[in-house]
C-alpha cells in the first residue's frame, strides 16, 4: 500500500468550524483511519499546519488534534512547498485576502462558504484559480447530511411523483449575552454588517446548492430579512448594538416549477425535530428530513382532513408518517475533505468549486436586493 502525504494549510482553525468540523472530525479522523482510501494500493494521508494569530491557541490545538506543526507567519508558510493545499475557515470578511494570497502562492485553494462577501469578488476569486490551473473548492456540507441523502435518493426512486413545494425550517435561539448564565453560542461578528455577518449571507449559500441539488436551479427571490434583537453582548462583555439581519423569510422559484419557502432564524425556540428540516411535498407522497432522519407519507396513507373546531380533532396527523433511520455515513465535512483530497491528487471529479459556490453569494446578494427593494428579484446564469 502506497502512502501520499497531502500537505495542507489550515487558515483559521482557532475557530467554530475550524477546530471542530475540519480539524478535528475531518482531517485528523481521516489520519487517524490510516488516511483517504483511494484505489487498491494508495491513501491520501493529510498534514496539517496549524495557521493563525495565537500562538497559545494554536499549540493547545496542536496537542489536541496530534497535527504538531503550527504557523503565525502565513507568508512563511504559504512559500513552503511542502503544503500544497490551503484552506480557509475564518472569518466570512477576512476570506478573500486569504485566498488571493493562496492563490499567488500557487496551492489548491479550499475554503468555508461564503466564498466571498459579494458576488463580484467571489465569481473573480473563482476565475482566478481557473485562469492558474489551481483546484478549488467550497464548503457544501449540507449535501452530505443524512437526511438530505434521504431525500435525494427519494426523488431519484420516484417516491413523491411531482414534487410540488418544499419548505426548510431552520433555526434555534442565539442566546443575546444579557444573561451571564446563558452566553450566546454564535461570534459577535454574525451580528455586525461590514464583518460579514448576517443570517442571509450565512444561510442562503446553503439553502441555494442544497435547492439546486435536489429540486433544480434557483431562478427567483423574494425575501424579507428582519433584525429582531438589536442589541447583544460581545466575547469581552461588552454590549453592542446589531447591525444586519438575525431572521429571514424567503421564497424561491426552480427552473422545475418547484416552489421553495425557507425561514432561517436565529431567533426562535424550536418545536420540531430537528435544527433543520425540509419538508417536500409531491403528487405521489411527501417527506420531512431533519439533519438525520426523514419521515415519509405515502399518497396511500395521506389522512383526508375536515375543520371543525368545536370538536377534538379525531385525526392522529403524526399517523401514517413512516420513519427512515438515517444511514450510517461518514461527518458531512469529513466527506467533502475526502472528495477534495482526491480531487487534488488524482484529478477525480469535484463539483464544488468556488464557481459553484459563488452561486450561493449570489442567491444571498439578490436575497438581499429583494429585501431593500421589496420586489422579487431574477437571477442570472453563472
Ligand atoms: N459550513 C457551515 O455549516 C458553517 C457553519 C458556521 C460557519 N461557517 C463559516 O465558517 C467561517 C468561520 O465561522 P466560525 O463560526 O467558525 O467563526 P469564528 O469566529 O468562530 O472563527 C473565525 C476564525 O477566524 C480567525 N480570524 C478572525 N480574524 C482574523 C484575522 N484578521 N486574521 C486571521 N484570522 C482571523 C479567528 O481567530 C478564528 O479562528 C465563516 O465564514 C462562516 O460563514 C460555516
Redesign the pocket.
Known amino acids: 500500500m502506497d502512502v501520499r502525504r497531502i500537505g495542507i494549510i489550515l ?8 477546530s471542530n468540523q475540519h480539524l478535528l472530525r475531518s482531517l485528523a479522523a481521516i489520519r487517524d483511519d490510516g488516511g483517504v482510501v483511494a484505489g487498491d494500493d494508495l491513501r491520501l494521508l493529510p498534514d496539517v499546519i496549524l495557521a ?3 500562538r497559545e491557541r494554536l499549540q493547545e490545538l496542536a496537542n489536541r488534534s496530534g497535527f504538531a506543526q503550527t504557523a503565525t507567519d502565513l507568508n512563511q508558510v504559504l512559500e513552503d512547498p511542502r503544503y500544497e493545499v490551503f484552506f480557509d ?4 470578511s ?2 478573500a485576502g486569504f485566498l488571493d494570497r493562496a492563490i499567488a502562492a500557487g496551492k489548491a485553494v479550499y475554503c ?3 466564498v466571498a462577501t459579494d458576488l463580484q469578488t467571489a465569481l473573480r476569486l473563482a476565475t482566478d484559480c481557473e485562469r492558474a490551473g489551481l483546484p478549488n473548492g467550497v ?1 457544501q ?1 449540507k449535501l452530505w447530511l443524512p437526511g438530505v441523502c434521504t431525500l435525494r435518493r427519494l426523488r431519484d426512486e420516484g417516491f413523491f411523483g411531482r414534487i410540488l413545494s418544499v419548505r426548510g425550517e431552520f433555526g434555534y435561539w442565539v442566546f443575546t449575552g444579557h444573561d451571564a448564565a446563558e452566553p450566546p453560542q ?2 459577535s ?1 454574525n451580528y455586525r454588517s461590514g464583518e ?1 455577518g448576517g443570517i442571509i449571507l ?1 444561510m442562503l449559500c ?1 439553502w441555494r446548492y442544497l435547492i439546486d441539488d435536489l429540486f433544480g436551479e434557483v431562478r427567483s427571490v423574494s425575501c424579507l430579512g428582519a433584525m429582531h434583537v438589536p442589541e447583544r453582548v460581545d466575547e469581552s462583555g461588552q454590549v453592542y448594538r446589531c447591525t444586519t439581519d438575525d431572521a429571514c423569510y424567503v421564497t424561491m422559484e426552480c427552473d422545475s416549477g418547484v416552489i421553495c419557502q425557507f425561514n432561517s432564524s436565529w431567533t426562535v425556540r424550536v418545536r420540531r425535530d430537528d435544527l433543520l428540516t425540509i419538508q417536500v411535498d409531491g403528487t405521489a407522497g411527501s417527506a420531512v428530513a431533519g439533519l438525520r432522519d426523514c419521515f415519509v407519507q405515502r399518497h396511500e396513507r395521506t389522512p383526508r382532513p375536515f375543520w371543525n373546531p368545536d370538536a377534538e380533532q379525531p385525526l392522529d396527523f403524526h399517523a401514517g408518517w413512516e420513519r427512515i433511520a438515517a444511514a450510517e455515513q461518514v461527518n458531512a465535512f469529513r466527506a467533502q475533505w475526502e472528495a477534495f483530497l482526491k480531487h487534488v491528487a488524482l484529478g477525480e471529479p469535484f463539483p464544488w468549486t468556488l464557481r459553484a459556490g459563488a452561486k450561493g453569494v449570489q442567491l444571498a446578494e439578490c436575497a438581499l436586493q429583494s429585501w431593500r427593494e421589496r420586489r422579487w428579484v431574477d437571477l442570472d446564469s453563472i
Not at 487558515?11 to 475550524?18: A, D, I
Not at 475557515?89 to 466570512?92: D, H, I, K, V
Request: proline share 7%; aromatic share 8%; hydrophobic share 20%.
Open positions: 487558515n483559521g482553525v482557532t475557530g467554530r468550524m475550524g493563525g494569530r495565537e475557515a475564518s472569518g466570512t477576512f476570506r468555508e462558504k461564503p464548503v456540507d454564535r461570534p461578528w460579514g450565512d446553503h
